[in-house]
């Protein structure tokens, strides 16, 4: 079992829906990532969350700690939101400084 | 601006011949790392460094080697390419909490 792991994998919608991704991890972690890639492979990241909730424009993170689990929404979906989103998780390690990656959730929005 | 930047973004190499590829980053970051990106696998760690002089093997450092000589760069050295190393890589920095997670553009090697 990997100790990241996203869902869904693959996800279709609509212009305008709302859109929810979702990161679980197995590990203590220090902080998580929300990573945009756009089809350039450009790689972007978009929050960095050790707690609660955070917002910018359109998008949404939130992460509870307990439960080991982030999620990142999107409101009034668009085209251009088409990307690979990807959770990264920096596990609370002593000595090392290595973060582990979910496989992704590719996005596609239909205008 | 702040940035990580990678060169070159394309290359293509012949098995056995030596290659580095550059990464610097001017935002004073203690951290870097390299991944490469493969389909299905996603991003696998290569190596890391927390500071200068300071680096660790990632997931997948066999036949790569890096060096941090100065905080700002963190160069990939191919000794002995092989095809098994054609792969999209990506240097990325940031703060030692993680803060300020940048990545570079990404350079595309083929070992032919």
């Known amino acids: 079992k990997n100790e990241v792991e996203q869902s869904p994998q693959n996800l279709t919608a609509q212009e305008g829906e709302f859109i929810t991704i979702n990161c679980s991890y197995s590990?203590?972690?220090?902080?998580l990532h929300w990573l945009q890639q756009h089809p350039g492979g450009g790689i972007v990241s978009l929050f960095m969350?050790?707690?609660g909730k955070k917002k910018h424009g359109r998008l949404i993170a939130t992460i509870n700690i307990q439960e080991k689990h982030s999620s990142l929404h999107i409101t009034a979906s668009h085209p251009r939101d088409s990307a690979v989103y990807i959770c990264?998780?920096?596990?609370?390690?002593?000595?090392?400084?290595?973060?582990?990656f979910g496989t992704g959730t590719r996005l596609k929005v239909l205008a | 601006e702040a940035q990580v930047t990678q060169n070159p973004r394309y290359l293509i190499t012949v098995t056995g011949k030596k290659l580095t590829v550059t990464c610097s980053q001017n935002?004073?970051?203690?951290?870097m790392s390299w991944y490469r990106q493969d389909p299905g696998l996603g991003l696998r760690q290569i190596y890391y460094?927390?500071?200068?002089?300071?680096?660790d093997k990632g997931d997948v450092p066999e036949g790569y080697k890096v060096s941090r000589k100065e905080k700002r760069n963190f160069p990939l050295i191919l000794e002995s390419p092989s095809p098994n190393q054609t792969s999209l890589y990506f240097c990325?920095?940031?703060?030692?909490?993680?803060?300020?997670?940048?990545f570079g553009s990404g350079t595309r090697l083929t070992v032919v």
């Open positions: 990325a920095s940031s703060s030692w909490q993680g803060n300020g997670y940048t």
């Open positions: 590990v203590g972690i220090s902080a």
């Open positions: 969350l050790s707690s």
């Open positions: 990264a998780v920096l596990p609370l390690t002593s000595g090392t400084y290595k973060y582990i």
């Open positions: 935002m004073n970051h203690e951290y």
């Open positions: 460094s927390m500071n200068v002089e300071v680096t």
